[in-house]
């Protein structure tokens, strides 16, 4: 079935904003929860019992503790920093040599959050979205902001006659994103990663991307280039659709993970992509977007704005 684009714009509109209404409905339940007193965003995926690739357990914290204005005074969460050997992470707070500029940009690593300020406390930077049951870093490189790019790469699902397949119930045309099995959980996700020291979010996008979804890691030195040149203008003409803090099961009380996500939809390209698992991913595919969909960390949410931007189904 073939309907036009505009005469499913308004249908569009209207589910969107049900969709939309029932997350109002259930961030007010989540203040409700909590006396009024957290983010906007309760993170939950980051409040597991058992943290990812360990046997450290959290300390269970309920939704009504997880804002640091709840008082909680017996609240003391075990803590864990891994990788201290690693050139990409932290020292320990308090080293010698270790004096971090929270809340700034400290030389080539960005410690700013692009949700504003954060609180230190007796000299660690605190969770934004409140408290996770851990402290430390846990397997995250730096203490506060950890800064990833994350790339949605999209077209429309079509069918053998070239169409654009519109989903039976809904009414309205169905998007398709490059997807990827994440390594460590398995989990589907978008093709994203860490942004490197000094590296500006534009080149992390596509370097990303290349890696993980075009298997470029596997190229020589020139191939590689080659392929990102070719790559360049697609990136260059995204839109970008999130910006903030992501309720990553790494996180912690006292490193976290924050993303901007961007948008990039341009048919005559993503017909020519030669999608190839690559780096953290070991499958990468065409993926419907859908609400049932499972997502990594708050993929979900980044995605259902996505839909909302090209008036998709969902």
């Not at 998007?175 to 994203?192: K, M």
């Not at 939809?265 to 992509?273: A, G």
């Not at 419907?288 to 997502?295: F, G, S, V």
Request: proline residues 5%; contains cysteine.
């Amino acid at each position: 079935m073939t309907v036009s684009h505009n005469s499913y714009t308004v249908v569009a509109k209207l589910v969107h904003s049900m969709v939309y209404a029932l997350w109002i409905n259930r961030a007010f339940c989540s203040m409700q929860a909590s006396g009024g007193k957290t983010v906007a965003h309760l993170h939950t995926k980051c409040r597991n019992a058992i943290y990812p690739a360990t046997q450290t357990r959290r300390l269970d914290v309920p939704d009504h503790k997880v804002s640091w204005s709840e008082a909680w005074l017996e609240y003391n969460p075990p803590s864990l920093s891994l990788h201290k050997s690693q050139p990409w992470a932290d020292a320990d707070v308090g080293a010698t040599n270790f004096l971090p500029k929270w809340n700034a940009l400290d030389g080539k690593v960005d410690r700013r959050s692009h949700e504003g300020p954060y609180d230190v406390k007796d000299g660690f930077p605190l969770n934004p979205h409140g408290r996770t049951g851990l402290a430390g870093r846990g397997r995250l490189g730096r203490w506060g902001p950890n800064h990833a790019a994350d790339p949605v790469v999209t077209r429309w699902k079509r069918g053998p006659d070239g169409n654009v397949v519109i989903h039976s119930v809904t009414q309205l045309p169905i998007l398709q994103f490059v997807a990827i099995a994440r390594r460590d959980s398995g989990e589907w996700a978008i093709p994203g990663g860490m942004v490197d020291p000094g590296e500006v979010v534009s080149s992390t996008l596509r370097r990303e991307f290349c890696e993980e979804a075009l298997d470029s890691l596997s190229l020589t030195a020139e191939q590689r280039l080659e392929l990102e040149r070719g790559l360049t203008e697609f990136f260059s003409k995204g839109t970008q659709v999130y910006k903030g803090y992501v309720d990553d099961p790494r996180n912690t009380d006292n490193a976290w993970m924050e993303t901007i996500a961007c948008n990039f939809h341009d048919e005559k390209v993503t017909s020519k992509l030669d999608l190839r698992a690559g780096d953290d991913a070991v499958r990468v595919r065409w993926t419907d977007l859908e609400a049932c969909l499972p997502l990594y960390a708050s993929h979900s949410e980044i995605m259902h704005k996505v839909v909302q931007n090209h008036a998709a189904h969902w």
